[in-house]
């Protein structure tokens, strides 16, 4: 129960990331994020990318029953810890605080399923 309740807030907060990321429908916080990528030395194409990779994981979040599941864990995983260190590196730790709670929660996802896996790596 608690598990299916982290992955949906996991997803729907990417599904709201990544689609501003991806599509810039909302304008002031697209170009706020754009401002922010900017300021890392990134560009717009790797905005998109991010955008993918959160949209990504925002989907294969729900397939906790195949390998899909813990590896969409991993990209949110993955993607919150370099925001927190670009949060961290040009802005301040406040800026990362939503990053910080996202790494937390796709952390027990990922500890949760990490036993499937690693199971399959040892199958393979």
Same mark, same amino acid.
Request: hydrophobic share 60%.
């Given at each position: 129960?608690? =598990?299916?309740?982290?992955? +949906?807030? %996991?997803? /729907?907060?990417? *599904?709201?990331?990544? !689609? #501003?990321?991806?599509? &810039?429908?909302?304008?002031?916080?697209?170009?706020?994020?754009?401002?922010?990528?900017?300021?890392?030395?990134?560009?717009?194409?790797?905005?998109?990318?991010?955008?993918?990779?959160?949209?990504?994981?925002?989907?294969?979040?729900?397939? =906790?029953?195949?390998?899909? +599941?813990? %590896?969409? /864990?991993?990209? *949110?995983?993955?993607? !919150? #810890?370099?925001?927190? &260190?670009?949060?961290?590196?040009?802005?301040?730790?406040?800026?990362?605080?939503?990053?910080?709670?996202?790494?937390?929660?796709?952390?027990?996802?990922?500890?949760?399923?990490?036993?499937?896996?690693?199971?399959?790596?040892?199958?393979?």
């Amino acid at each position: 129960m608690t =598990q299916t309740i982290i992955i +949906g807030l %996991l997803s /729907a907060f990417f *599904l709201f990331a990544s !689609s #501003i990321k991806i599509l &810039g429908w909302q304008k002031f916080i697209f170009e706020t994020q754009l401002g922010m990528f900017f300021k890392y030395g990134l560009n717009r194409q790797i905005m998109a990318l991010v955008g993918v990779v959160e949209l990504f994981g925002a989907i294969a979040i729900w397939f =906790q029953v195949f390998w899909l +599941g813990p %590896l969409g /864990a991993l990209a *949110l995983l993955g993607t !919150s #810890i370099g925001a927190i &260190g670009c949060h961290l590196i040009w802005d301040t730790w406040k800026d990362g605080i939503p990053a910080m709670i996202t790494a937390v929660l796709s952390g027990v996802i990922v500890w949760l399923g990490i036993s499937f896996l690693l199971n399959l790596l040892v199958a393979s």
